[in-house]
């Protein structure tokens, strides 16, 4: 029996996305590299408890404010801290010594949107290249088509996000097979923009409007901790609003219990 090729669809912007339902039930993998994507990664790697995206600066005050001092209100309004948060979304303020073990309360401008939206999904990855090679196996192992959501700029095509996505779909047809996948005009778009820029991905990013930004405010050295391709063996998932390894998720004792309770059923 031959077996149908498996398809990998891209939005170049959340912005592309109407409605959460348009990805109920999908997989979904939301990459900013600049830089929502690296700091969540970091900051899980480096200990977060979780991560919870929220609809607006004043949802996350709202979640943080009743938190008991356990979170940390945590994301960036044009690049910079929002005032009355306790980090901005500058890689190296997500060190092990500040979130171990606390919950991070996150907004930010293109990212949080992104992963808003991908609420309904069936899986829903956060990639950036700090993690690619996680993300990959993943997907590998999952064996069913998924859409790459890149969280662009205001509306924008995102270089960045772009080939990174690009880097996802040429690292997976390697690993699998070039006939495992059908790609879309965006995707297959997106693989070729990578072959152009993978020699050199920190030279990509201070090519990029963002990444020239990021910069002129003084945030280069984020330049550089976005580009370390496979700095963490992390795979961030967002499930029921809140982003976690799929190793705390799997290690959880209420879903445990639910397992449990499941198989004792059957
Ligand atoms: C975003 O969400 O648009 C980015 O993460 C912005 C940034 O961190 O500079």
């Known amino acids: 029996m031959?077996?149908?090729?498996?398809?990998?669809?891209?939005?170049?912007?959340?912005?592309?996305?109407?409605?959460?339902?348009?990805?109920?039930?999908k997989n979904v993998v939301v990459i900013d590299v600049l830089r929502t994507s690296t700091t969540m990664v970091t900051g899980l790697a480096n200990g977060a408890k979780e991560i919870i995206p929220t609809e607006s600066?004043?949802?996350?005050?709202?979640?943080?404010?009743?938190?008991?001092?356990?979170?940390?209100?945590?994301?960036?309004?044009?690049?910079?801290?929002?005032?009355?948060?306790?980090?901005?979304n500058s890689i190296k303020e997500y060190s092990e010594e500040v979130v171990k073990g606390k919950i991070l309360v996150f907004n930010s401008t293109n990212g949080t949107p992104s992963l808003i939206k991908s609420k309904f999904a069936r899986n829903c990855a956060v990639l950036g290249f700090v993690?690619?090679?996680?993300?990959?196996?993943?997907?590998?192992?999952?064996?069913?088509?998924?859409?790459?959501?890149?969280?662009?700029?205001?509306?924008?095509?995102?270089?960045?996000?772009?080939?990174?996505?690009?880097?996802?779909?040429?690292?997976?047809?390697?690993?699998?097979?070039?006939?495992?996948?059908?790609?879309?005009?965006?995707?297959?778009?997106?693989?070729?923009?990578?072959?152009?820029?993978k020699k050199d991905i920190l030279k990509m990013l201070h090519e990029t409007e963002h990444g020239k930004f990021l910069v002129s405010l003084g945030f280069e050295d984020d330049l550089v901790a976005c580009s370390q391709v496979d700095k963490y063996n992390m795979l961030p998932l967002l499930r029921s609003g809140v982003i976690k390894s799929i190793e705390a998720f799997e290690s959880d004792p209420k879903l445990t219990m639910k397992k449990v309770s499941q198989r004792n059923a059957s």
Not at 9 to 22: A, K, N, P, R
Not at 58 to 68: D, Q
Not at 81 to 87: A, Q
């Open 57 to 88: 600066i004043a949802a996350a005050g709202m979640i943080g404010r009743n938190s008991e001092g356990q979170a940390l209100l945590c994301g960036e309004k044009n690049a910079k801290i929002i005032e009355g948060f306790n980090l901005g």
């Open 131 to 197: 993690n690619m090679s996680r993300v990959v196996s993943f997907l590998k192992e999952l064996k069913e088509d998924f859409i790459i959501l890149c969280a662009g700029k205001d509306g924008d095509f995102s270089l960045e996000d772009t080939v990174c996505a690009g880097m996802l779909v040429s690292e997976l047809l390697e690993a699998a097979g070039k006939n495992s996948y059908v790609l879309t005009d965006s995707s297959m778009g997106a693989s070729k923009l990578y072959s152009a820029y």
């Open 2 to 25: 031959e077996i149908k090729p498996l398809k990998i669809s891209l939005y170049f912007s959340h912005d592309y996305v109407d409605s959460e339902l348009e990805l109920k039930d």
